[in-house]
């Protein structure tokens, strides 16, 4: 029984975080305190009710031996004790109407038991109030102490009284002091802590609408270039099939090449949506070196690809290759779908030192209505993308006849990217 009091006396005297408390008295302390929190008027009608029981004594002496001084020893009891009751409401008023039915019972010349109450009022306002308050309240407690030491000093010299009386008024100012700069500093902790996670929800938020919009680009460019090439071919198929079965047959092939892959590629956009923790299979991301398979998959449709390449992706950022990966896709994507009667596209990539340029134009018409900035998520993607670079897009008729994309992608640090 011991040791667990020593346990726990010293964790309840420590900084250590309360929960590491174990044992039946620091739960009764615990329960307690929260009582207290939830219930500070009961809880000061309780204290009050203890200094009555304090003063409880000599209200019996002075009733059976003062005869009718006795009421003016009950009556100011009764004042000094009963506002107790009020303090934590009203710390500033009881505490002077205390000191003032001091300086009354001082008057009339009545020593009484109650005065420890003017301790618990001093500590009140040192509590709740800044220091220079709390000062001033120690000042007017110490003048009363002053008062009482030249009156009653027992068998002690008034000086010798007034050092025993100073000691509980200096115990009782520093109390509460201390006790209102660690709420203070609780109040700052608890603050900067809901501060802090607030912005870590309002990042998460952040974060995951830029994880969705990456996502949905993504599934865009993967699906709707697939889908258009799988629907070319589909129709191109069809037509070719009673005249040229084999051509037909090797179309569809190709559409079941093309819709395998695409379904692997949405399968690995969608697992980061997964919240398992079991691993799961992970590809890289497509990059320069997959657009000649990219293209292959369109000359199938029956579009010519010619391609023109400057210079070499060295060292270039794996993002980079594949903002222009997506760029190429989406350009012939848009080929497919917009462009009336196109049979050529002509792509160059321009690799410097310090931007990669992709120009992509085909000999097609565009339909009648679509413009930059109606042709759709597309475009905007292909912006987006550039964009992360510092770098832009321009999309539109070409002086030439056709439709022409230009995009420029500054990459100034190239071994150096962002994840």
Same mark, same amino acid.
């Given at each position: 029984?011991?040791?667990?009091?020593l346990?726990?006396?010293?964790?309840? +005297?420590?900084?250590?975080?309360?929960?590491? =408390?174990?044992?039946?008295?620091?739960?009764?302390?615990?329960?307690?305190?929260?009582? +207290?929190?939830?219930h500070?008027?009961?809880?000061?009608?309780?204290?009050?009710?203890?200094?009555?029981?304090?003063?409880?004594?000599? =209200?019996?002496?002075?009733?059976?031996?003062?005869?009718?001084?006795?009421?003016?020893?009950?009556?100011?009891?009764?004042?000094?004790?009963?506002?107790?009751?009020?303090?934590?409401?009203?710390?500033?008023?009881?505490?002077?109407?205390?000191?003032?039915?001091?300086?009354?019972?001082?008057?009339?010349?009545?020593?009484l038991?109650?005065?420890?109450?003017?301790?618990?009022?001093?500590?009140?306002?040192?509590?709740?109030?800044?220091?220079?308050?709390?000062?001033?309240?120690?000042?007017? =407690?110490?003048?009363?102490?002053?008062?009482?030491?030249?009156?009653?000093?027992? @068998?002690?010299?008034w000086?010798? =009284?007034?050092?025993?009386?100073?000691?509980?008024?200096?115990?009782?100012?520093?109390?509460?002091?201390?006790?209102?700069?660690?709420?203070?500093?609780?109040?700052?902790?608890?603050?900067?802590? #809901?501060?802090?996670?607030?912005?870590?929800?309002?990042?998460?938020?952040?974060?995951?609408?830029?994880?969705?919009?990456?996502?949905? $680009?993504?599934?865009?460019?993967?699906?709707?270039?697939?889908?258009?090439?799988?629907?070319?071919?589909?129709?191109?198929?069809?037509?070719? #099939?009673?005249?040229?079965p084999?051509?037909?047959?090797?179309?569809?092939?190709q559409?079941?090449?093309t819709?395998?892959?695409?379904?692997?590629?949405? $399968?690995?956009?969608?697992?980061?949506?997964?919240?398992?923790?079991?691993?799961?299979?992970?590809?890289?991301?497509?990059?320069?070196?997959?657009?000649?398979?990219?293209?292959?998959?369109?000359?199938?449709?029956?579009?010519?690809?010619?391609?023109?390449?400057?210079?070499a992706? @060295?060292?270039?950022p794996?993002?980079?290759?594949?903002?222009v990966?997506?760029?190429? #896709?989406?350009?012939?994507?848009?080929?497919?779908k917009?462009?009336v @009667?196109?049979?050529?596209? $002509?792509?160059? +990539?321009?690799?410097?030192?310090?931007?990669?340029?992709?120009d992509?134009? @085909?000999d097609?018409?565009?339909?009648?209505?679509?413009?930059?900035?109606?042709?759709?998520?597309?475009?905007?993607?292909?912006?987006?993308r550039?964009?992360?670079?510092?770098?832009t897009?321009n999309?539109?008729?070409?002086?030439?006849?056709g439709?022409? +994309?230009?995009?420029?992608?500054?990459?100034?640090?190239?071994?150096?990217?962002?994840?």
């Amino acid at each position: 029984m011991t040791d667990r009091v020593l346990t726990w006396w010293r964790e309840w +005297i420590s900084d250590a975080p309360r929960a590491a =408390m174990s044992g039946r008295l620091p739960s009764a302390y615990l329960t307690v305190k929260t009582l +207290i929190g939830r219930h500070p008027t009961r809880t000061d009608a309780a204290l009050a009710l203890v200094m009555g029981l304090w003063a409880l004594p000599q =209200m019996i002496y002075h009733a059976r031996h003062s005869g009718s001084s006795f009421f003016g020893y009950l009556l100011l009891s009764v004042l000094l004790v009963v506002p107790l009751i009020w303090r934590r409401r009203f710390p500033l008023s009881t505490f002077a109407f205390s000191a003032a039915v001091a300086l009354v019972q001082w008057i009339v010349g009545l020593e009484l038991a109650a005065d420890i109450t003017l301790l618990v009022y001093l500590y009140t306002v040192a509590s709740r109030y800044p220091m220079r308050v709390a000062v001033l309240a120690g000042v007017v =407690m110490e003048f009363g102490v002053l008062l009482a030491s030249i009156r009653w000093p027992r @068998d002690l010299h008034w000086t010798e =009284m007034l050092v025993l009386l100073t000691g509980p008024v200096v115990a009782a100012l520093l109390l509460g002091v201390y006790v209102r700069h660690r709420r203070n500093s609780l109040d700052v902790l608890v603050g900067r802590a #809901q501060q802090l996670e607030r912005e870590r929800d309002q990042q998460a938020v952040i974060a995951a609408a830029e994880e969705r919009t990456r996502i949905a $680009r993504e599934m865009h460019d993967v699906v709707a270039h697939s889908l258009l090439v799988m629907v070319t071919l589909s129709e191109g198929a069809a037509m070719k #099939q009673a005249r040229e079965p084999v051509r037909a047959g090797e179309a569809m092939r190709q559409v079941s090449a093309t819709g395998r892959q695409t379904l692997t590629e949405i $399968r690995r956009l969608l697992g980061v949506l997964r919240t398992e923790t079991a691993p799961q299979e992970r590809s890289p991301q497509p990059g320069v070196a997959e657009i000649d398979s990219l293209l292959e998959r369109v000359r199938k449709t029956g579009l010519n690809v010619d391609v023109t390449v400057t210079g070499a992706p @060295d060292a270039l950022p794996p993002s980079a290759e594949l903002a222009v990966y997506r760029i190429v #896709q989406e350009a012939l994507t848009n080929t497919l779908k917009h462009s009336v @009667d196109a049979s050529s596209v $002509r792509i160059g +990539i321009s690799y410097g030192t310090d931007a990669v340029t992709v120009d992509v134009r @085909d000999d097609g018409a565009a339909t009648s209505g679509v413009s930059a900035e109606t042709a759709g998520h597309g475009v905007i993607g292909m912006r987006e993308r550039a964009a992360v670079y510092g770098g832009t897009v321009n999309a539109g008729p070409d002086s030439a006849g056709g439709w022409r +994309i230009h995009a420029h992608l500054p990459v100034t640090t190239r071994v150096e990217d962002a994840p």
